[in-house]
């Protein structure tokens, strides 16, 4: 791999000679004592939402980036009811459900997309890197917005504290524990389609600590035909006290996925009617299915060395397997098996430098995956089709990072981070229509990673910052190795294509960003410009029918956020995000890259006028979208109306929403087929949703 002089070199000398200066400045520096384990589990500045998913914990108005909190409101149990309500209140990020209301999603951040077959959005649950090694998508139908406490994201490359899967952004969704007056709550909802879900769980709390246990079982008919999601979930987490010398925490999750998926339609499908489904190149209806088994499982302790110093470790496991129909132009069929293991090991200290203090974590991560693939011919019966390709794919990273902040003066505050990341991938092929048998691909490269920012107080409750931050992503096993086949020309017999590229390089880029904050108790006001300057993008190239590296690009935008408590009954909330992406050179430059919306926005209000009652509603809307890269065929605007409404009566919740308020006829996404044809996945109709909670 090749490096490109300029801003990443002279990124990591300023911070190499900072870090230096730092450990010189401390040595023999006064140390006052404080509570060691408050390093990780309390900011630096106390008041405001706290990002804990950064390295050091900082409030929004001190972090030197895009970030945001969402809590999740216990007594209002349909505010959050889906992944696309999380991302709908985030701005610059969006999530589009695939037909099921709890089913699978593709994630956006900043224009960064992958087509549903990759995503460029760390996210971690209670820690736990999710990202499935293969693609680095997350199985969203496996986890419950019901288990949900918080919702933390930070918009822009976190490569300097998370490594390549980080691109976008970070997404933390931190676990719920019940109030110390409740030791067990029930959930029931009911809605449009057939959905139907239960969600219990309870808390237990004994001398040195508390253990938790979530049950759910969900189901819907979707509100296409040939869609469905049959989805149940176990959760078990304990967390148990070690006095003063630190803590242990364990996690275990168990979830089963059964999704149908109807697929993008044509515009004559989509005017004949748009709730029907997908239809093969003989008129055949064959909708993607997906049938997975999840486990996840960590182990995490917090130990107290000293008083300034404290040692985090945290080790964790994930495997996924089931069977998978995928249908491109013909339907084929797959059983993937993954498995994931990692650990990362981190030591943090704080220190003073005569009146100013300053943090630093350092820390190194290992992560291993594996990859058992084999892709058959459908034949639509119990008999298995002829195998098109087969093998076995691994990936391993080792990575070491440094992450400081400090105070150089009253106000002014400086983030510095340094991440080195090795990646390893390779694949070995069985036989297979399309393959050699014991043919051996490998891909490794390594990559720095490094980050400044400096931030500064204009007022108490008004900040600034701007950073320059290093990224890159690197191919997944899916985009070198083991993307769904397809046959050209459509018929039985092949031949059959492998979409998959073993010559894509690392995508990397240097984002530039800057912004102002004002957080006080009552109101929440943040804009930031961000500008990514990329090489090697990775994307679906349809007229090389691959994954390729598209050549120079830029995304650039804007993002402001704005939330305030108007009285003691009515408050407001909104964002737009505007994301120029733009492809740089060659046929296409200056054109929006496909898939990428210009503009999305998020408008809302909710009225609160009794203690125990509120009514709120919001709008969530995009425009300026292309299906493709020419930049000839544009998606029309899309954009519904949310209601809410809910009333809590001593330990009883009962809420009501509708979605699509006015039954607004939308497509949220599309894309021109391998023959030219334009399709969409058509936005669900109106549909409403009862839910009601009880605790104990």
């Not at 969402?70 to 349909?78: A, E, I, R, Y």
């Not at 239960?198 to 237990?204: E, F, L, N, R, S």
């Not at 630190?246 to 979830?255: D, V």
């Not at 598209?550 to 650039?556: F, N, T, V």
Request: overall charge negative.
């Amino acid at each position: 791999m090749q490096h490109r002089p300029g801003a990443k070199v002279l990124l990591t000398v300023i911070l190499t000679i900072s870090l230096v200066k730092i450990s010189a400045s401390t040595n023999g520096a006064p140390v006052e004592p404080v509570d060691s384990l408050s390093l990780f589990a309390q900011p630096i500045e106390v008041e405001g939402m706290v990002i804990r998913a950064n390295r050091i914990p900082l409030t929004e108005l001190r972090i030197p980036a895009a970030a945001t909190v969402v809590h999740l409101d216990d007594s209002q149990p349909t505010a959050m009811g889906t992944t696309g309500d999380l991302m709908a209140r985030l701005p610059g990020l969006r999530a589009y459900p695939s037909g099921n209301r709890w089913g699978r999603a593709n994630v956006d951040v900043r224009g960064f997309a992958g087509g549903g077959q990759a995503q460029y959005l760390k996210v971690t649950y209670d820690g736990i890197p999710i990202n499935r090694v293969a693609s680095g998508l997350v199985n969203w139908a496996a986890l419950d917005p019901a288990d949900l406490d918080r919702v933390e994201a930070i918009n822009g490359p976190v490569s300097a504290q998370y490594g390549d899967f980080g691109f976008g952004g970070l997404l933390a969704l931190t676990s719920s524990w019940l109030p110390d007056d409740r030791r067990a709550k029930v959930t029931a909802s009911y809605g449009s389609f057939d959905a139907v879900a239960i969600h219990g769980q309870a808390t237990h709390r004994f001398e040195e600590g508390r253990a938790h246990l979530t049950l759910s079982q969900k189901q819907s008919d979707g509100w296409r035909r040939h869609s469905r999601i049959r989805a149940e979930k176990v959760g078990v987490k304990v967390q148990h006290s070690l006095g003063h010398r630190g803590r242990l925490s364990a996690l275990f999750n168990w979830a089963h996925t059964d999704e149908k998926v109807p697929g993008a339609v044509t515009q004559e499908q989509l005017d004949t009617d748009r709730t029907d489904a997908a239809r093969d190149w003989a008129g055949t209806i064959l909708p993607d299915q997906s049938d997975s088994k999840d486990i996840l499982a960590g182990l995490a302790a917090d130990f107290s060395l000293g008083t300034d110093h404290e040692l985090k470790s945290q080790v964790y496991l994930t495997s996924s397997s089931g069977d998978r129909t995928v249908t491109i132009i013909r339907s084929v069929d797959s059983e993937p098996e993954l498995l994931t293991v990692g650990a990362d090991i981190s030591l943090g200290m704080q220190k003073q430098l005569g009146d100013r203090s300053v943090h630093l974590v350092y820390g190194t991560t290992f992560e291993y995956g594996r990859l058992n693939s084999r892709w058959t011919e459908h034949l639509g019966t119990t008999t298995p089709g002829e195998v098109i390709s087969s093998g076995t794919g691994k990936r391993s990273e080792v990575a070491g990072y440094a992450h400081c902040v400090f105070h150089p003066t009253a106000g002014f505050q400086v983030s510095l981070g340094l991440r080195v990341d090795y990646i390893k991938t390779e694949f070995k092929a069985d036989p297979g229509l399309v393959q050699r048998a014991n043919d051996t691909e490998t891909n490794e490269h390594t990559a720095f990673s490094p980050k400044v920012a400096v931030g500064f107080e204009i007022a108490p409750t008004v900040t600034t910052y701007a950073s320059v931050s290093g990224a890159f992503k690197s191919p997944t096993l899916l985009h070198l190795y083991d993307s769904p086949p397809f046959a050209v020309p459509p018929q039985v017999g092949g031949p059959w294509i492998l979409i998959s590229n073993r010559q894509l390089k690392p995508q990397e880029g240097t984002c530039y960003e800057a912004g102002i904050k004002w957080i006080n108790n009552d109101t929440r006001l943040t804009a930031g410009y961000y500008f990514y300057d990329i090489t090697n993008e990775i994307d679906f190239d349809l007229a090389k029918i691959s994954y390729d590296n598209i050549g120079k690009s830029r995304h650039q935008g804007i993002e402001l956020s704005y939330s305030q408590q108007l009285s003691s009954i009515l408050s407001v909330h909104g964002s737009v995000a505007t994301n120029l992406a733009r492809f740089k050179g060659g046929d296409n430059d200056g054109n929006q890259i496909n898939g990428v919306p210009t503009r999305q926005y998020s408008f809302g209000f909710k009225v609160e006028p009794v203690s125990a009652g509120y009514v709120s509603l919001r709008t969530v809307g995009q425009n300026l979208q292309y299906l493709d890269e020419a930049n000839e065929h544009e998606l029309d605007d899309y954009v519904t109306i949310t209601l809410s409404a809910g009333y809590q009566y001593r330990a009883l919740n009962i809420g009501v929403t509708v979605d699509n308020l006015f039954d607004r006829e939308y497509s949220h996404d599309g894309y021109v087929d391998l023959f030219g044809y334009n399709r969409f996945y058509p936005a669900a109709t109106r549909s409403v949703m009862v839910t009601v909670s009880g605790t104990l």
